[in-house]
């Protein structure tokens, strides 16, 4: 079993192309052909995680918050991230961090918030649009390694679509005295592929660097949506709850010992619509009111937010790692049902930075 197999499995759900523009989804450190016995599962990596996953035997770490976000300078280990690059690399141990291509999937982060809860998700309140582009590169039969290993670095999966054509291509003999133009045909292989619109301005630069032969590429922007991705969700409790009740099923399921909220006249009135963001989700209010949500559950929740729109919706507000917790529970299911009896842990090391007093 490779790395590479158990990261498919994990991309099968979330695939990179979802993530933001100013995310780092991916392998953080390491590789995918390296030999995996076994997988430690977290929502951030520390240098604590990191020998956690040494002591279990686990060859690879899948964790919801990138370890590598801002960039590195220096391995010195004078920092937690640093710390934890440098005990990765010293025990042969790769990472790989999912984030906001987990919190956009169908069945990503929101999607599991509002299920646990009892709350059936209608639609995404910040669809993905715009996203994604379609790169064709033809290469001769020697180059087509080449070319695929530069279009998964680019971001595009491993599974590529190949055809396989012929290319004429013109060249004179000058050994003729008639020094006549003569045609020659040669096997030409197409590689097809999706990749994340950002990566565009990166395509020529790394096909160039190429020694093999390029006959040519063509990219072609994918305009549409899929409504079931994006950021954030729309939810329906059937029937309605109070909110009493939803305050309480919610420091119940994610473990939450408070909730923030905007002032609550009635604990007993009704509440059926939710709009719902696992992690800093604040900048979706908006879009949940305008999806006719009466609450919205989300977590770094600013204080002049709860000014602007406490005569508007409900706000409820618990911790970040309590609100992204079930990325652990999300990863696990994706690896054992394609490896059902595969060595897959979480992390029992890991809780809350953040203390409640």
């Given at each position: 079993m490779l790395n590479g197999h158990i990261i498919e499995a994990i991309e099968a759900l979330?695939?990179?192309?979802?993530?933001?523009?100013w995310d780092n989804t991916g392998i953080q450190v390491g590789s995918r052909r390296a030999e995996c016995s076994g997988v430690l599962l977290c929502v951030d990596v520390t240098p604590a995680i990191v020998e956690e996953a040494r002591e279990r035997g686990?060859?690879?770490?899948?964790?919801?918050?990138?370890l590598i976000f801002k960039g590195l300078k220096r391995l010195s280990g004078n920092t937690p991230v640093e710390e934890a690059v440098m005990a990765a690399i010293r025990y042969g141990i790769t990472v790989y961090s999912c984030h906001t291509a987990l919190d956009s999937a169908r069945g990503g982060v929101s999607y599991t918030m509002a299920e646990m809860l009892g709350a059936e998700v209608r639609h995404v309140l910040s669809p993905l649009a715009d996203r994604l582009i379609c790169l064709s590169v033809t290469t001769d039969d020697k180059g087509e390694d080449s070319v695929r290993m530069a279009m998964i670095e680019l971001g595009a999966d491993?599974?590529?679509?190949?055809?396989?054509?012929c290319m004429a291509s013109a060249y004179s003999l000058e050994s003729s005295s008639d020094n006549f133009v003569d045609i020659e045909e040669q096997k030409a292989v197409k590689l097809t592929a999706t990749l994340p619109a950002d990566c565009i301005g990166k395509i020529a630069t790394r096909l160039g660097e190429l020694t093999c032969r390029i006959f040519g590429y063509r990219v072609i922007?994918?305009?549409?949506?899929?409504?079931?991705l994006g950021l954030g969700a729309y939810a329906v409790f059937e029937p309605a709850i109070s909110i009493s009740e939803l305050i309480s099923r919610i420091k119940t399921t994610f473990g939450s010992p408070v909730v923030r909220s905007t002032r609550i006249d009635d604990p007993e009135r009704p509440i059926r619509r939710l709009g719902i963001c696992g992690g800093s989700g604040g900048e979706f209010i908006g879009a949940a009111l305008r999806s006719g949500a009466e609450a919205y559950l989300s977590s770094d929740i600013r204080y002049h937010d709860f000014v602007d729109w406490q005569n508007e919706i409900l706000l409820l507000d618990i911790g970040h790692f309590e609100s992204e917790s079930c990325t652990k529970q999300i990863f696990y299911?994706?690896?054992t049902e394609k490896f059902p009896n595969f060595a897959v842990y979480k992390s029992e090391l890991e809780s809350n930075p953040i203390k409640y007093q």
């Open positions: 979330a695939h990179p192309s979802y993530q933001e523009s686990c060859s690879l770490i899948i964790s919801h918050h990138p491993e599974q590529l679509t190949r055809q396989e054509s922007p994918l305009r549409q949506s899929d409504p079931s299911n994706a690896i």
